[in-house]
């Protein structure tokens, strides 16, 4: 087993992810951002899995490409709806509510 | 190809597979809830517009129902605590407790949007089906003891709320509140979940006991504290705490109102839940990484909370920012945990039961009120007592009860927490209770600013006819009151069901 | 992030002179993407030199089937299906959970049938919903 590899490789895409969420402004794209970060978490789970000879991290990534399929689909459902009434899906521009 | 495919599936039934032993009466409130779920589904695709009316009604009995297991399983004391599925999920007197604000909450949920939904132009089917789902996760995650379990409920519980954030779809201000919410809660389970992977990688597995042990050698202890911190991060999100508070105000403006409440209170107890879970029963050896992580935290987001909360002049707002103030109350004992954990999770439950009384009575108030005046800002309240006594009377004592003044219940849930933190003398408890002490004079401020508003203030537009309170808010502005007048006047009830809990070990 | 100390350190450690076998094994890969990379390169140079080059602008123009190109190239395309997008994501990720079934379909089972009825019968309650609330139709 070579844990490091797929360790680092998940820590850069988790890195790109958040990168990806921190600076678009398109919900799109952030949406698909968070999904590199749960697919960083996807691999550090079956890496471990392996390391360990334990079936619940694939298990857990079984959770866990589950629930981000529900998640991106509540996402873009939203995203369409705020497109539908105002022709945009620029984050940025969502500035009705000041916090 | 085939062959390594074969040799798996070889593998696979060389282990014989034995039937797990399943506790039914332990999961008997999610069973019922899930049931009575599935049943509201199919009786509104039969009925579609003609079951509309009933919606409510139903989804009150359903919460109701759930909670006959829940009073079952709590008389049976001597039973407790019940530990199933090798011990991923387990039943205790505090996750019972748990069981019963839950669907209490979502009881008087349903009771606060029966008249908001059928009034506006919504599809309110919908609304209370996923009601229902979220309080589901809610009663799985005070059982969890599992990273798997708790992720799952955790999402459970978000991602309706994510959709009726944005419930009312011609409003640019709903659907604000909705992408807001989303994107930020989905980046913080994904956020959570890298963290929850490297404490997979550290123990093997996914339970939390496991994932105990594991810490507890001491080894990779950076790895330690970055799995600590990104899963607090997670949490952290949930339960509105500043620096991660951001989505918490706009979408609880722009939201429907019954829907602020329940993230306000019911989503939030859920963070917190899951919050203690993960702390006291996986982290019991990193008091050293934890303990400042929360008082920082804690002690940031009451502060950076009241201090915007006094400027609102909007009364969700203020409600909004006054929450995570609150937020940080509740989670200051885990600041101590390393020392009093046995009194630490009952003083946070003990807070979390009067916090969700007093808020969504407090809530319950500004949706009657705007039915009237149709806005929540705070001038809008001028002069209520004129008018609508009754009300004033209400709103002042949960306002009261927020601040912490007797007689309302809030003085109480606040003593617990002076207590636990003081207890020990450990130089971090003492702190934060001076922290404490002075945000609740800042929050009192605020909190008696409104009163004035309605007891002295003229009313703005001068129209001073009566208010009519519909039935469904009526009940639940009367339960909310109750518990919030009996837990002040008579604590000692109070800690008889939340005293003295225990996470139970599997 | 510290990952080489500790219990993972020393299962690493074991792993390095596998880890060196692995590696020689992706040399192969390696040289073939070379070597592919150096075909296409010779042939696209070796085009290079002997063609000639006179640039217009009508050959740098957009080819649509002989037309004049019309509008630009990000125009929107119609989403009126993406429902059946979501719901077809839905359902497809949630088969995850029937595949381990499938593999050990005997071993466990009355109890595993139970329990896999149950949970299509939820996940059929959700496609009824959208059939019954015509998310289904074509608008």
């Known amino acids: 087993m070579f844990l490091n590899q797929f360790l680092f490789f998940a820590a850069i895409l988790f890195s790109i992810g958040v990168y990806g969420v921190l600076t678009r402004k ?19 789970l079956v890496a471990f899995g392996a390391l360990h000879q334990d079936i619940s991290g694939q298990v857990f990534v079984l959770f866990v490409i589950a629930v981000a399929a529900a998640e991106v689909g509540v996402g873009l459902a939203i995203v369409l709806l705020i497109f539908r009434n105002r022709r945009s899906i620029n984050v940025a521009e969502a500035d009705l509510l000041k916090g | 190809m085939f062959a390594y495919a074969a040799s798996l599936l070889a593998q696979v039934t060389l282990e014989p597979f034995n039937r797990p032993a399943i506790d039914w009466h332990a999961v008997a409130p999610e069973l019922v809830l899930l049931a009575a779920g599935a049943l509201i589904t199919i009786i509104d695709l039969v009925g579609l517009e003609r079951v509309r009316k009933l919606m409510p009604t139903l989804t009150s009995f359903a919460f109701l129902a759930a909670l006959i297991p829940v009073l079952t399983l709590w008389s049976q004391e001597d039973e407790l605590p019940r530990s199933l599925f090798d011990g991923a999920y387990v039943v205790d007197r505090y996750s019972l407790v748990l069981k019963g ?70 409003d640019l201000r709903s659907n604000e509140a909705g992408l807001k919410y989303m994107l930020m809660g989905v980046f913080a389970s994904a956020i959570l979940l890298y963290g929850m992977s490297l404490l997979y990688g550290l123990a093997g597995s996914t339970k939390l006991v496991d994932i105990a042990a594991a810490l507890s050698i001491g080894e990779s202890k950076p790895l330690i504290t970055l799995a600590i911190v990104f899963s607090v991060i997670g949490f952290g999100f949930k339960v509105s705490a500043v620096p991660f508070h951001t989505w918490a105000p706009d979408t609880y403006e722009g939201a429907p109102t019954p829907l602020t409440a329940f993230l306000a209170v019911a989503s939030k107890a859920a963070g917190f839940v899951a919050l203690m879970n993960v702390v006291i029963v996986a982290f019991p050896g990193q008091s050293d990484v934890v303990e400042p992580l929360m008082a920082v935290l804690a002690g940031v987001t009451m502060t950076v909370g009241n201090l ?32 009093n954990v046995d009194r630490v999770p009952s003083a946070m439950v003990t807070y979390l039961v009067i916090y969700a009384a007093m808020n969504l009575g407090a809530f319950a108030v500004v949706i009657i009120a705007a039915r009237k005046t149709g806005s929540a800002e705070i001038s809008s309240y001028g002069g209520m007592f004129g008018y609508a006594p009754g009300l004033t009377l209400a709103m002042t004592m949960f306002l009261f009860s927020l601040a912490g003044i007797p007689p309302a219940g809030g003085w109480w849930a606040k003593f617990e927490l002076f207590r636990v933190l003081t207890d020990g003398n450990r130089y ?79 | 992030m510290n990952l080489g100390s500790g219990a993972l350190g020393e299962i690493a450690s074991r792993a390095v002179s596998d880890y060196s076998n692995f590696l020689r094994e992706y040399l192969i890969v390696g040289l073939f993407g070379v070597l592919a990379f150096a075909t296409v390169a010779t042939f696209i140079g070796l085009a290079r030199v002997f063609r000639p080059d006179r640039p217009t602008a009508a050959k740098i123009e957009n080819y649509e089937s002989g037309v004049d190109p ?24 949630e088969a995850v959970f029937i595949f381990p079934w499938a593999v050990g379909l005997e071993q466990f089972g009355v109890f595993g049938l139970v329990e896999m009825v149950i949970f299509i019968f939820i996940l059929a309650l959700g496609l009824a919903y959208a059939w019954r609330k015509g998310v289904l139709r074509w608008v």
Request: charged content about 10%; hydrophobic content about 55%.
């Open chain 1, 26 to 44: 398109n919900g799109v794209l952030v949406l698909m951002s968070i999904e590199l970060i749960l697919n960083a978490v996807n691999i550090n």
């Open chain 2, 101 to 170: 604000l839950f669907l209490l909450t979502g009881y008087v949920i349903a009771l606060l949007s029966t008249n908001y939904m059928s009034e506006g132009d919504y599809y309110d089917s919908e609304f209370y089906q996923l009601i229902a789902a979220s309080i589901l996760g809610m009663l799985v995650m005070s059982s969890s003891r599992d990273l798997i379990s708790i992720f799952v409920a955790l999402e459970l519980i978000s991602i309706p709320a994510y959709l009726m954030a944005a419930w009312r779809k011609r």
């Open chain 2, 308 to 339: 915007i909360a006094l400027r609102q002049t909007n009364l969700v707002r203020m409600l909004a920012y006054s929450g995570v103030a609150q937020a940080g109350y509740i989670m200051a004992p885990l600041a101590v945990y390393g020392t």
């Open chain 2, 428 to 506: 971090l408890g003492i702190m934060l209770a001076i922290v404490l002490a002075v945000n609740s004079v800042i929050a009192a401020v605020y909190y008696l600013n409104i009163t004035r508003q309605m007891w002295f203030l003229p009313t703005p537009d001068g129209d001073t006819s009566r208010i009519v309170t519909p039935p469904a808010l009526q009940v639940a502005l009367a339960l909310t009151l109750l518990v919030t007048i009996v837990s002040g006047i008579l604590p000692g009830l109070v800690s008889d069901i939340s005293g003295s809990l225990q996470l139970a070990l599997p």
């Open chain 3, 70 to 93: 019309v509008g630009d190239g990000w125009s929107q395309s119609q989403i009126r299906y993406y429902i059946f997008a979501l719901l077809f994501v839905m359902f497809d990720v």
